[in-house]
């Protein structure tokens, strides 16, 4: 270390020059915009397509679960949390253990039908386990609540292609083959 | 007054009276002063939470009434009613007895200082040694709940705050002998007026050393960020009062509420000129001079709280040997030079 080195060194540690801007940066930022915000008045927009608790599609004709129990969605799920029982050719049973789901969508994108969506709702917190299982049951109505209507039609088009789209058939080569949406 | 006139002469009896209405006179000046201390501790915790908040882009307590107004009423209320446990193994008497002698230090302190020309408890004429009393006081009640929470976070918490406030009430000891030669005197009252009448109005400028030194130990004195090794959460859970809870715990944070209105307050008083402001401003500026002198005494006192929080935003905790080479090899020696050349200015001037 010369000279001026030296110098530098004491004029840093005599004035803490570095303890005053550290200083002068939480000052100027006392008077900034707050980045949080008052979670249960307000709320954060939530992003289109964003994924939360998880519904099973309704046909909107026949009013049932457009499942047909391939088990796809169980099959690629990485934490293994979808449970489908199949009973005389239908779907019985299908379970999702949301407090194992990591919220990855795989069960959606792999869905061939677009049986399975994810919803924009993610505060259902709840104090036992059997009330986070979701059953076929609670994840029909949770397709009645946040996705009924035009919302459940675009959703699929608009955030995921279906497999149908991209594996099936083109059009023009063979007709009579039905869009499976 | 027949009858009283077989048991005391008038004249005793007159200056019974005027005794009885100075004690009187005493009495509420102490209500007002711990009233007014005791609310203000409730807002300091509010301030702190929101300076703190805002400085790291947050919102701080915005619940409790508009803005949070009246969170300190909750928390106040929520350790009144708080379940006060005790360790089984603690030291019942000691274990007591020290947050009340802690609170009890810190609250004498209160009737030393001189809030205005006319407005203090006691006007004593060593008031500046029986502040450092006081506080030197205050840390019996550290150690004592250290020791007796039989606890070893409480035990270490407690002996790192003995340590500390000894080392650094040698340096602030020292930083404030500069002033007591300038002003040569002990009193406090008198001390701001020699400021009033002195070339810079404020003894900051002349002593900006003795001032530097005086900061820095008083933050080291009252165990705030960045030398709160005695409360060091990551280590210590919560330093000397880790086993208190509910009252008592209340009382040890009033305690070190007051004392950082204390160490304000003296350094308002020592180095900044107490109620009155330097005479080039009021030359200046002459409507000044009709602000009454509680106003300059709290914005100086605030503006130092407030220094505090801001401190505490910003730098991080020191080691404890740092904490101990800053005391011991920096803060003292340079004080010393500083009294050495505040000495020999005044005998050659």
Same mark, same amino acid.
């Given at each position: 270390?010369?000279?001026k ?5 004491i =004029?840093?540690?005599v004035?803490?020059? !570095? ?12 008077f ?12 954060r ?30 099959t ?5 949390? *979808?449970?489908?029982?199949r ?21 959606? !994108?792999?869905?061939?039908?677009g ?13 036992s386990r059997q009330?986070? $299982?979701?059953?076929?049951?609670k ?9 009924a209507?035009?919302?459940g039609?675009?959703?699929?088009? #608009?955030f995921?292609?279906?497999?149908s ?8 080569q ?6 499976a949406? | ?25 005493i009495l509420?000046?102490i ?9 203000h501790?409730a ?14 882009v ?25 379940e006060?446990? %005790?360790?089984s193994?603690?030291?019942k ?7 009340i002698?802690? %609170? ?5 302190s ?45 035990? =270490?918490?407690?002996? /790192? ?7 650094? !009430? ?5 930083? $404030?002998?500069g ?11 008198d001390?701001?007026?020699?400021q ?11 002593q ?16 705030r960020t ?8 990551s ?6 009062f880790t086993?208190?809870s509910g009252?008592?715990?209340? @009382? ?9 209105? *204390? ?8 180095f @900044?000129?107490?109620?009155? *402001? ?6 200046? $500026? ?7 002198g ?5 914005? #100086? ?6 220094f505090?929080?801001?401190? /505490?935003?910003?730098?991080? /905790?020191?080691r404890?040997?740092q @904490? ?5 090899k ?15 200015v005044?005998? $050659?001037?």
């Open positions: 270390m010369n000279f080195q030296a110098v530098r060194e =004029i840093k540690r004035t803490f020059i !570095e303890i005053l801007k550290g200083m002068a940066l939480t000052l100027s930022r006392m900034s915009r707050a980045v949080t915000i008052q979670y249960p008045k307000e709320r927009k939530i992003a289109p397509g964003f994924r939360g608790l998880h519904a099973l599609a309704r046909h909107p004709i026949t009013r049932e679960p457009k499942c047909v129990g391939c088990g796809l969605c169980a690629i799920c990485p934490s293994q949390c *979808i449970k489908i029982t009973a005389n050719g239908k779907v019985e049973g299908y379970e999702i253990e949301v407090l194992r789901c990591i919220y990855c969508g795989f069960c959606v !994108e792999a869905c061939p039908y049986a399975i969506a994810m919803t924009e709702n993610y505060e259902y917190s709840d104090y009330a986070l $299982l979701m059953t076929k049951d994840l029909l109505a949770n397709w009645d609540k946040y996705m209507g035009e919302k039609k675009e959703y699929f088009k #608009k995921w292609r279906p497999m789209e991209d594996m099936g058939t083109p059009v023009n063979a007709k009579g083959r039905g869009n949406s | 007054m027949g009858i009283f006139e077989n048991i005391i002469s008038p004249a005793a009896l007159d200056s019974l009276i005027k005794f009885g209405i100075d004690v009187g006179i509420i000046k209500v007002v002063v711990l009233g007014v201390a005791l609310l501790v807002y300091a915790t509010y301030f702190e939470r929101k300076v703190i908040g805002h400085m790291q947050r919102l701080g307590p915005m619940r409790v009434g508009p803005h949070g107004l009246l969170q300190p009423f909750a928390d106040g209320l929520k350790l009144f009613f708080k006060d446990v %005790m360790p193994e603690a030291d008497p000691v274990f007591y007895l020290s947050p002698i802690f %609170m009890a230090a810190a609250m004498t209160l009737s030393f200082i001189p809030y205005t020309g006319n407005f203090m408890i006691a006007d004593v004429n060593v008031g500046l040694l029986f502040l450092f009393a006081m506080s030197g006081l205050g840390v019996y009640g550290i150690f004592m709940s250290g020791w007796s929470s039989n606890s070893k976070y409480a035990f =270490i918490g407690g002996l /790192r705050s003995t340590a500390q406030v000894i080392s650094y !009430e040698i340096a602030m000891g020292l930083s $404030l002998v002033v007591m030669i300038m002003a040569g005197s002990l009193n406090l009252s001390i701001v007026k020699a009033e009448n002195s070339t810079f109005g404020i003894f900051a400028i002349p900006i050393i003795g001032f530097i030194v005086f900061v820095i130990a008083a933050v080291a004195e009252t165990n960045p030398f709160d090794l005695p409360e060091a959460e280590e210590l859970v919560a330093g000397y086993e208190y009252f008592r715990f209340a @009382l040890f944070f009033l305690g070190e509420y007051i004392g950082m209105l *204390i160490m304000a307050s003296l350094c308002t008083i020592c @900044l000129g107490g109620w009155t *402001i330097p005479w080039y401003i009021t030359k200046i $500026l002459p409507f000044l001079s009709y602000v009454p509680i106003v300059w005494f709290l914005i #100086k006192v605030y503006a130092f709280i407030f505090y929080y801001w401190i /505490r935003a910003t730098v991080p /905790r020191y404890y040997d @904490l101990m080479g800053i005391g011991w920096i803060l003292i020696p340079v004080a010393l030079a500083n009294i050495l050349v505040t000495g020999l005044k005998i $050659l001037w």
